[in-house]
């Protein structure tokens, strides 16, 4: 069989639609059998971070590890709340868990040294003003800055009013988002509590 350990590096994972972070399976299609990974972690050139995942050895990890981790884990996953504030450096907010939105009648994941706080989306939830990234070079979805806003009043019995009204004011401040693009939002995911902050500080 053909050696492919020396080949296995960050830019054949990105060709084949994968990141620093990945599962066994999805190594499959570029002819890495689970014997070879299990080689390859032992050459030290593969971790294991968990049951179900592993990680590309000798590459520096950003500030979004834990995330890319979560999302490697669960790829029909949003990152949303708290944890989006975060990632679009909105508002003061340091989440000690990864919030994450997964489908409505999805099973919940099981993330093993990770807390993962789970929110359910379905219909218009689960799609609109949803944008593609990638965290640790792993594909994944979060809410735009405005939908993040939106959601943050939409759950504000999750995330608190004050950090809700803190993200609104620093997003409004510092044009991270726009009235206007927060209508657009609230147009198809409606907050009451949101619409009356916004009448509260129109000029």
């Known amino acids: ?36 990974l299990r ?17 590309l050895s000798g590459v520096e990890p950003t500030e979004h590890y834990t995330l890319g981790a979560v999302c490697a884990r669960v790829p029909e996953s949003i990152v949303c709340l708290l944890s989006a504030l975060s990632v679009h450096e909105i508002g003061t907010q340091l989440p000690h868990q990864v919030w994450l939105a997964i489908p409505h009648k999805a099973d ?24 593609p990234t990638e965290f640790e070079g792993v ?14 009043f939409r759950f504000e019995r999750l995330v608190g009013r004050e950090a809700a009204l803190e993200a609104l004011y620093d997003a409004l401040r510092r044009r991270t988002v726009s009235t206007d693009a927060l209508m657009r939002v609230l147009d198809v995911l409606p907050s009451r509590r949101l619409r009356t902050a916004l009448e509260v500080i129109a000029p």
Not at 13 to 34: C, D, N, T
Not at 39 to 55: T, W
Not at 109 to 131: D, E, M, N, Q
């Open 1 to 36: 069989m053909m050696d492919h350990s020396s080949d296995l590096n960050l830019d054949r994972l990105k060709r084949g639609g994968i990141g620093v972070f990945f599962r066994p399976s999805q190594l499959e299609p570029l002819g890495i059998a689970y014997d070879e």
């Open 139 to 152: 594909p994944a979805r979060i809410t735009s800055p405005a939908r993040t806003i939106v959601d943050c």
């Open 39 to 55: 080689r390859l972690v032992k050459r030290g050139e593969v971790e294991h971070v968990a049951r179900g995942l592993y990680r």
């Open 108 to 131: 919940p994941p099981r993330v093993p040294g990770i807390k993962v706080r789970l929110l359910r989306f379905s219909g218009a939830a689960w799609s609109h003003g949803v944008l």
